[in-house]
């Protein structure tokens, strides 16, 4: 018997990975590839708290309300502005699932966070994409073409992660605010996709308050040092939201995650020591690296780029069996980077001892 699936999916560029084939976490190795918070003060926090968590809630359905109006509060935001999602892909896939149909108009940049192909794909839009390229002033992106692909092309949807992955560029607050005023004239949704904040600390959460067409997507995955969780959180206007309730499942996050949250809400402060402990050993590693005349690109998130130049294969065959990375890029941006998650000082020290040997042998 045939069966017929929605269109988008006969694509055979649209391919996932094999759940099967993921690698288990090796603990002799320095996972250094995901931009994860591995800041163990943090985790020690975040353990307790999963420790307090009373039994009950493994066995009872979840009730989010007291999670919505914790998290308005802490966003000092209309909880009605807020839904839910599994991570701040859930939200890009929920804003995807809500405006995209098939045939509609997609602006993302390339190089970017690989599931923006992906739910293109999926929902089988038309894709234009906006190039980064490398300049003397570093990895950036052409604000005028930008600009004027979507007052010519009227998108239904433009992506914009701020910082960007991989390049960990940004845009500024008034760069923003110029794209979504361009947005408004044409109908467009404008997604800013804040996954790695406050690593990057500017945001534009607040402009949800004054325009229908902007969707910010967050995540507890970054900052929180919360990957594993699997929640994060859209924020827009209240008449754009109840778009993205209408898809809401019955439940939009599990009764552990609903209930860490909650309680992980009240170490704001202790997220941002982290952050500043990560940032603080992301330039701890950037000037050893810069010693070692090696060009860098420090980025706005959690991760940083390091262009080894002639000694590129000495030292990514040493780095091969004790770390994890991503050794190059295809994109011509970043042509020549590799790059790295910042973990602890302690372990971008292991990091640069690595490196070194590799060079002095």
Not at 21 to 26: A, G, H, I, L
Not at 99 to 104: C, K, M, P, W
Not at 190 to 209: C, G, K
Not at 305 to 332: M, T, W
């Amino acid at each position: 018997m045939n069966i017929f699936p929605k269109k988008p999916l006969l694509n055979p560029l649209l391919r996932r990975p094999n759940a099967l084939d993921s690698e288990e976490r090796d603990v002799t190795k320095l996972w250094l590839d995901k931009n994860e918070n591995l800041d163990p003060i943090l985790n020690e926090i975040n353990k307790t708290i999963m420790n307090s968590i009373p039994p009950e809630v493994i066995y009872t359905y979840p009730e989010a309300g007291k999670l919505y109006r914790k998290l308005g509060k802490h966003l000092n935001l209309d909880p009605n502005m807020l839904i839910l999602t599994p991570g701040s892909d859930g939200a890009i896939r929920l804003v995807f699932d809500s405006f995209v149909e098939q045939g509609d108009l997609v602006i993302h940049s390339m190089p970017t966070f690989a599931m923006y192909p992906v739910y293109s794909q999926m929902f089988g839009a038309i894709v234009e994409t906006v190039e980064y390229f490398s300049s003397n002033d570093g990895i950036r992106i052409d604000l005028e073409n930008f600009h004027s692909m979507i007052l010519k092309n009227r998108p239904k949807l433009v992506c914009l992660p701020n910082p960007d992955s991989p390049t960990g560029t940004i845009l500024t607050r008034d760069q923003i605010e110029k794209i979504l005023k361009l947005c408004e004239r044409t109908g467009t949704v404008l997604l800013v996709d804040e996954a790695y904040h406050p690593f990057y600390n500017s945001s534009v959460i607040d402009l949800a308050n004054q325009s229908e067409n902007i969707i910010i997507a967050r995540t507890f995955a970054k900052a929180w040092g919360a990957a594993g969780l699997r929640l994060g959180y859209a924020v827009a206007h209240k008449s754009t939201i109840q778009y993205l309730h209408k898809l809401r499942p019955m439940y939009e996050a599990s009764s552990i995650a609903v209930e860490f949250a909650f309680k992980m809400l009240d170490f704001n402060s202790e997220m941002l020591a982290s952050v500043n402990r990560i940032l603080e050993s992301k330039e701890y590693f950037a000037l050893e690296m810069e010693s070692l005349g090696y060009v860098v690109n420090r980025t706005k998130g959690n991760f940083i780029h390091i262009k080894f130049g002639s000694q590129s294969e000495k030292i990514h065959e040493a780095l091969s069996n004790r770390v994890l990375y991503r050794s190059s890029f295809d994109h011509p941006s970043l042509k020549g980077y590799s790059r790295f998650s910042i973990g602890t000082k302690s372990m971008m020290m292991e990091l640069v001892s690595i490196i070194k040997n590799s060079v002095q042998t």
